[in-house]
């Protein structure tokens, strides 16, 4: 995308894990005649990036520019010129002088006394906060009898840590920003949500509402890297007003990889349970390295212990969650939002607690999972429902059946170079955070459908698609809805200003939540069509049916039994024009009554080379709940790169730090951040999916989520089948083929 | 600390570009040009090092319209293959899947089809990482360099070519015109093996194994490790233990343990540390020998 007279900008990003600027000298930029931006030049606003909760949940720490920067690649000025060329010329121009200043890269030293304070003070709504020990925010909750615990027959403590992950999204953070002769500005950017977008650069520039347009642009990818706003959007923007000229501002992969991460977890975690296979109850720390910035910190908090106590029914369970800062790249939300992390360290634990108590691990899974009439929260404590459709016995019994589960080899009995084992791992995640109650987390959407005078329709929604069919599946559920084909529903390109408010793309609501909505506005056209055609045919409204005919290509409606009675859309259309009657059209927001789990289990069989460290995959079979599927391909498709995804975090991705000067070990190359290609997953012939047969009462046509459930049980289904296969247990992710061999030597010599 | 000048998008820098058409052209140029000149063959490696701002280079000598470079010919003292063959012509090229089929083999290990039909062989050893696959190949195969300059054509056994990390013996104003690879004798087998942390990625470590057996017994014996030393090496003790001995396991393992004493840590190695090297090392030259001595059964 480009624009006359364009300006490309480059992004002056901090060296330093943390330091304070003491001078900052850009005449040497502008001497080439560049456009130069510094943090005195932008409104001085500290905000959240992401718009997702409610005010009083939302922790601010985040400037535009900063004076004092927290992270090795945090903006702290920025120029634009003709090329992107002659912007990184500029850029190399800027003399900063900094003091440098303390810093700290993992959570847990973070919060020792004595450690550098990252922030003295943040906000909490309006609300100046005073940061102690380093810690952002926490989360303390207890329901039960501890007793529980203490007389449990079997009780294991382990400490887990996770690990810090990339997105990799296809396109590096973007955005371009006009200026409008009506003093307003036009934003097309990478982000999982326009109207947040707007909300954001509305409450930083202080531009009325109406005169920001925020347009959607289709993506190849987020994963939950732009729930936030970017700050490249805010930084644009102000290089934008400055110039009076267009801008375009592109990351490269060097700065995106600086950009964002998933949040890195260290858990202690303690579970019991009774001889007969019940749990008892546990206890759960969880230290979250959030990196310098809140984005979501806080309901992350609430979700981790959501999804910890939604996986399986504890009588007493307690939790403390601390959201850490250090000096390195902010974490946002990935696919699952913490809850691969957690489930990893569950499941993991779950086999281990199986084991010591004599129970084969996957009827210890069925004895105890949370289902069907179950309280449900796992989009954190202020987001309860009930369950009212759940799959997972049929996910674990069928897909035992398809791998022969109780055959399974014996670690004990191998001792070959290749070793085999097989895994079980089950999860799930929330399809949207919807409930009966309003909580702390804003979520509702909305859609405009309209029915042209040829009888198609056009849909409009800001809901984003990035690039996984969702709008895809809203189609097909209008054109279900209304009788019509998919092609006869159109979908319009969008922007804040043509559409109701959407919260955003993320927590797989795309198509329960989204899809509800779509929905919810073709009903309505359907009873506006309902009444047309009654005045037309002289019968009720009520009374009349409607079916697609092939022939003519045309949805017909017609009072049964009775000849000649009958009518198409087309006809409606033009009738209703020509009589003045108005457009059959609907406009609705809608919020969905519920936050039902989709449900997914994971067969694993893998292969390690004992000598090489190196672990292939053999077979996969993957059973998901998610109620009715409405496109099966993309829906199996959404597994094919979950499954990617979490075998990707269990044995390749990390982002280890240079504590000599705070910057990636990798230096921001993506060539040295391992994720698998098509040639190391195996052949879709060996990944079995199947859908269990669901009705979800709440959904569109009885669909729920499927985006991160597909990813959550992964890893720790992969790591119970590397030690079916070796025998050993891992407590760090992820796991290296270096890592295999030290384990191996240290059990075997 | 480079956050503000480096990445693999933007090359910011200005140069002089040079298409030669022929031999005495090029080296002309990087004989007038010196340490300023840079050589563009296949550009995998040079793009993106300039992107990176590793180089900056004020003339950029592109050698790809000079039209003898890319040959892959049958000769009588071997395949004799250009230094602009493409890796993806080395992998698929049927006189070298014949005569040095682990030639192909590791060219085919190389990155994805995308980059093999960019980057060249003579890219691949010029640019003397540790870790290049065709050089730890052509090291057991035991080819021959060619070298051209303003003093006319000179060859040298590959072994000499490689002065140590990221360095190789040419002089100013010369360039790597190609490679002699010796037919393997009668009835050899051979083998090619790597492990990295991806298809993708680039080796670990890389073992190559060229063999032939007499009376059951390996006769004779070339074994050549990568990525574990400054530059690829040949495994002389270990083949020594193997000449006329039948490749048994215990056989195998005793020579495996030489392999594996040729790891020469570096001081930051941060793919991989030095225990774990030689442990796959080990693992990935029996692979290769063991498939060699298969291959060589079967030819018999």
């Keep these: ?749 | 600390m480079t956050i503000n000048k480096v990445n693999t998008h933007i090359v910011p820098i200005e140069f002089e570009y040079h298409a030669p058409g022929s031999l005495d052209e090029a080296v002309a140029l990087l004989e007038k040009y010196g340490e300023d000149a840079k050589i563009l063959a296949g550009g995998t490696d040079l793009i993106p090092h300039m992107k990176q701002r590793k180089t900056e280079p004020k003339h950029i000598v592109n050698i790809k319209k000079i039209p003898e470079l890319a040959c892959i010919e049958e000769t009588p003292d071997g395949i004799k293959i250009g230094a602009l063959a493409k890796l993806r012509a080395v992998e698929l090229s049927p006189q070298i899947r014949e005569k040095v089929p682990m030639l192909s083999e590791a060219a085919g290990s190389i990155g994805s089809v995308q980059i093999r039909n960019l980057g060249t062989i003579g890219g691949n050893i010029c640019n003397a990482s540790p870790s290049a696959d065709m050089a730890t190949a052509l090291m057991a195969l035991e080819a021959t360099v060619h070298v051209y300059g303003k003093d006319g054509a000179k060859e040298y056994p590959i072994a000499e070519f490689f002065q140590g990390r990221s360095d190789v013996s040419l002089e100013r104003g010369e360039l790597l015109t190609g490679f002699t690879v010796p037919y393997p004798p009668e009835g050899a087998g051979s083998a090619f093996e790597k492990v990295g942390w991806t298809t993708f990625d680039i080796a670990t470590v890389n073992v190559a194994a060229v063999l032939t057996l007499k009376g059951g017994k390996i006769d004779h014996c070339s074994i050549a490790l990568g990525a574990c030393s400054p530059a690829p090496i040949k495994v002389a003790l270990a083949e020594e233990i193997l000449k006329g001995k039948e490749p048994t396991d215990e056989v195998l393992e005793e020579a495996m343990e030489f392999v594996a004493a040729c790891v020469e840590p570096r001081k930051r190695w941060r793919r991989a540390p030095p225990e774990y090297r030689r442990r796959s090392s080990q693992a990935l030259a029996m692979d290769a020998v063991g498939r060699a001595v298969e291959q060589a059964r079967r030819h018999q």
């Design chain 1, 1 to 749: 995308m480009s624009f006359p007279n364009m300006l490309y900008g480059r992004v002056l990003k901090s060296p330093h894990a943390h330091a304070r600027i003491k001078a900052m000298d850009v005449s040497g930029a502008e001497a080439m005649g560049a456009v130069t931006l510094t943090p005195e030049e932008v409104p001085d606003v500290t905000y959240c990036p992401r718009l997702v909760s409610i005010p009083s949940a939302t922790y601010k720490d985040w400037k535009v520019l900063t004076d004092k920067p927290h992270y090795v690649g945090e903006a702290i000025g920025a120029v634009a010129a003709e090329s992107e060329e002659e912007a990184q010329k500029a850029l190399e121009a800027i003399e900063v002088d900094y003091e440098v200043l303390g810093a700290s890269f993992d959570a847990l030293e973070s919060m020792k006394p004595g450690a550098e304070p990252i922030h003295d003070e943040i906000y909490l709504e309006d609300d100046l906060l005073k940061v102690e020990n380093n810690v952002g925010c926490q989360l303390e909750i207890t329901e039960g009898d501890p007793k529980a615990l203490e007389d449990a027959d079997v009780v294991i403590e382990r400490t887990y840590r996770t690990n810090r992950r990339y997105h990799n999204q296809l396109e590096t953070k973007s955005v371009m920003v006009r200026p409008e002769a009506d003093g307003g500005i036009s934003v097309w950017s990478t982000t999982q949500t326009i109207h947040n977008t707007r909300l954001l650069l509305h409450d930083i520039y202080g531009i009325p509402m109406g005169k920001i347009r925020v347009y959607k642009v289709a993506l190849g990818g987020s994963f939950g890297s732009s729930i936030h706003v970017n700050p490249v959007v805010n930084v644009a923007v102000g290089l934008a007003l400055k110039s009076r000229r267009p801008v375009k501002l592109s990351y490269t992969r060097e700065e995106d990889i600086r950009d964002h991460c998933a949040y890195q977890m260290i858990f202690k975690l303690k579970l019991g349970a009774y001889k007969n296979g019940k749990l008892a109850g546990g206890r759960l720390e969880a230290y979250l390295d959030i990196g310098a910035h809140q984005i979501q910190a806080y309901p992350l908090l609430g979700c981790v212990v959501g999804w910890w106590v939604s996986l399986y029914k504890l009588p007493y369970k307690d939790y403390v969650g601390k959201a850490v800062y250090t000096n390195k790249v902010p974490s946002c939300a990935f696919r699952g939002y913490g809850n691969p992390q957690i489930s990893w360290v569950v499941e993991t634990m779950m086999d281990e607690l199986a084991g010591k108590i004599g129970v084969d691990p996957l009827d210890f899974r069925l004895n105890n999972y949370i289902g069907e009439g179950d309280i449900f929260w796992g989009q954190g404590p202020s987001v309860k429902s009930i369950i009212q459709s759940c799959g997972v016995e049929e996910i674990l019994t069928r897909g035992a059946e398809m791998v022969d589960w109780y055959n399974r080899p014996n670690p004990e009995e191998q001792t070959g170079r290749y070793r085999r084992g097989w895994g079980v791992g089950r999860g799930y995640h929330t399809s949207s955070a919807g409930a009966p109650v309003p909580s702390s987390i804003v979520d509702f959407g909305g859609a405009m459908l309209k029915m042209n005078e040829d009888g198609t329709f056009d849909y409009v929604s800001a809901l984003m698609d990035h690039g996984c069919g969702t709008q895809d599946a809203h189609i097909k559920i209008v054109a279900e809805e209304l009788c019509v084909t998919a092609d006869m529903v159109n979908i319009i390109r969008a922007d804040t200003g043509t559409t109701v408010y959407d919260v955003c793309t993320h927590a797989s609501r795309g198509v329960y939540s989204g899809g509800g909505a779509a929905l919810k506005v073709a009903m309505k056209v359907k009873e506006k069509i309902r009444d047309f055609a009654g005045k037309i045919l002289d019968a009720y409204p009520h009374a009349v049916r409607i079916r697609y005919d092939e022939e003519r290509e045309q949805a017909v409606v017609f009072a049964e039994g009775i000849e000649g009675r009958e009518v198409t859309y087309r006809e409606i259309a033009e009738t209703a024009r020509h009589k003045n009657w108005g457009t059959a059209a609907a406009v609705e927001s809608y919020r969905q009554p519920s936050c039902p789990p989709h449900f997914t289990g994971y067969f694993v069989e893998v292969e390690v080379d004992t000598w090489t460290g190196k672990v292939k995959l053999l077979r996969v079979v993957a059973g998901a709940d998610i109620g009715t599927v409405i496109n099966p391909m993309l829906a199996a498709g959404q597994v094919h790169g979950g499954f990617a995804q979490g075998w990707s975090m269990t044995v390749l991705e990390d982002l280890p730090y240079d504590p000599d000067d705070g910057d990636l070990v990798n230096r921001g190359s993506v060539a040295n951040y391992k994720v698998p290609t098509t040639m190391d997953m195996l052949d879709l012939d060996d990944l079995t999916v199947f859908f269990a047969d669901t009705y979800e009462p709440t959904g569109p046509f009885g669909a729920k989520g499927i985006g991160e459930g597909a990813l959550n049980p992964v890893a720790g289904t992969v790591a119970n089948a590397i030690q079916n296969a070796l025998g050993v247990r891992f407590f760090q992710l992820p796991i290296t083929p270096i890592r295999i061999l030290e384990a191996l030597r240290e059990k075997e010599g």
